[in-house]
């Protein structure tokens, strides 16, 4: 499984429901989301078997992401 950035636009004040990424039928797992509020911008690391999966994920539940990349971490 790959693991990959989402950056996502969220407006001040608001959240965002990234746990709905997690999809078992799509393989699909969410693991952090990071947001910096003075930005209006957020983070998610996710595993995915591709780019295309999370991408058409994202948009089932209504995200909107600004890109998805993937991620190297340390752990």
């Given at each position: ?38 930005d209006e911008i957020?983070?998610?690391?996710v595993e995915a ?27």
């Open positions: 499984m790959t693991t990959y950035l989402i950056e996502l636009y969220v407006p001040r004040g608001a959240g965002v429901a990234t746990e709905r990424l997690t999809a078992a039928a799509a393989r699909i797992r969410h693991l952090r989301t990071i947001l910096v509020p003075t957020g983070y998610c690391l078997p591709s780019a295309t999966a999370l991408a058409e994920r994202a948009e089932a539940v209504g995200l909107e992401p600004e890109r998805i990349v993937e991620a190297v971490t340390d752990a």
